[in-house]
């Protein structure tokens, strides 16, 4: 019998160096009768040679189209866009089960391929958690972003280029640097505190020094009222961090903003839930999502008002890239040992039923089209 692979493809997305795969896990992998195949790449936080010792076979980058259709392909972000079918088994972030634009057109591919999505976002536990998540290195690195861009401004300028760091102390310090020592007087606002990632913003404000009353705390009691929230326009960073998957009442509103004019003190959203071209986004005062080259995006404000920009960057996590794959991974490989076996083990079952259920409506979207 055959041993069990999986082929860890290179990232494609722009300044993305975190992986669905570490060495350490893959050694796991291995360890456990995994062949490992990984492709190589400069990108990537961890080094070629550190998936070498680690006893994985290294192959070029961006081979995976020329792999047996019968190995799964693993990676983290989306595929570059393109009409290509897809024949093989996925395993990635996709971004196309919750109506996000071009949701039909990634789908099309898997359906003209006869290859199958399993979305990490949407691998779940029997209780319905997810089985790994980005969460908490999402919102730590979120309200990193929002301090940088709000120490920037202090200095007249625009947060530029953010660049990685290497590990959890060097950002915290450097942020505090820039900051003139301590975020000690900012003002921040986290809605979805109790999850996995606003309990990730109120650790990394807690540690640039923020006030503890200076940090407001909203999880579901603090919204029940429904928005449009006043509360938010009275601090310097406000961090949303909710999973929407319904329709709910804007957080905030354009309109809501040039009300205030110049009593606002809101300066930074930043929009680590990123659900853009979402139709029930809960931010409707933005309409891209913003990169690590360029991390701000202006709101028009109306005349003679205070500045106010979103960030909305939607792979945060590679701030971290190091800290934060090795959790992911760690989290994941539970779920991984159990592939061999996904038409038993439920994780995979419910996973590639969602995919078909989603297959089947994009089928009816562009049929209809």
Not at 56 to 68: G, I, Y
Not at 70 to 78: A, C, F, N, Q, S
Not at 104 to 110: D, I, M, N, P
Not at 312 to 337: C, K, M, N, V, W
Request: glycine share 8%; proline share 7%.
């Amino acid at each position: 019998m055959s041993k069990p692979v999986f082929w860890l493809r290179c990232e494609k997305k722009e300044f993305e160096r975190r992986a669905a795969l570490t060495p350490t896990t893959a050694k796991k992998l291995i360890d456990a009768g995994f062949d490992i195949i990984v492709e190589r790449d400069e990108q990537r936080i961890f080094d070629d040679s550190e998936y070498e010792t680690a006893g994985c076979q290294l192959v070029e980058n961006e081979t995976w189209p020329t792999a047996p259709t019968t190995v799964p392909i693993i990676g983290l972000k989306e595929l570059p866009e393109s009409t290509d079918p897809l024949p093989h088994n996925h395993i990635q972030f996709a971004h196309c089960f919750k109506g996000q634009a071009g949701w039909a057109s990634v789908l099309s591919r898997f359906h003209r391929g006869g290859g199958t999505l399993y979305d990490l976002e949407f691998l779940n536990d029997p209780s319905g958690r997810r089985v790994a998540a980005f969460g908490f290195h999402a919102g730590f690195a979120g309200a990193a972003a929002g301090a940088l861009a709000l120490a920037s401004q202090k200095k007249g300028e625009t947060l530029g280029l953010l660049q990685p760091y290497e590990n959890e102390d060097a950002m915290i310090n450097n942020v505090k640097s820039l900051l003139g020592g301590s975020g000690k007087g900012i003002k921040a606002l986290v809605i979805g505190a109790l999850g996995r990632c606003g309990r990730g913003a109120v650790d990394f404000f807690r540690k640039i020094g923020l006030n503890e009353d200076d940090i407001l705390k909203w999880d579901l009691a603090e919204t029940a009222k429904g928005g449009p929230f006043a509360e938010i326009l009275d601090v310097d960073i406000f961090v949303n961090c909710i999973y929407l998957n319904s329709k709910i009442p804007s957080f905030v509103t354009r309109d809501q903003i040039i009300a205030a004019g110049k009593q606002r003190k809101l300066s930074f959203v930043v929009d680590v839930s990123c659900d853009t071209t979402n139709p029930f986004n809960p931010i409707p005062i933005y309409n891209i999502n913003t990169t690590f080259s360029e991390p701000t995006v202006p709101v028009d404000v109306g005349p003679g008002n205070p500045p106010l920009s979103v960030i909305s960057i939607d792979h945060l996590p590679t701030l971290l890239p190091r800290e934060a794959s090795e959790q992911f991974s760690f989290d994941l490989l539970p779920s991984l040992l159990e592939f061999p076996n996904r038409e038993t083990a439920q994780v995979w079952v419910n996973a590639e039923m969602l995919f078909k259920a989603k297959l089947a409506e994009a089928i009816g979207e562009k049929s209809g089209l």
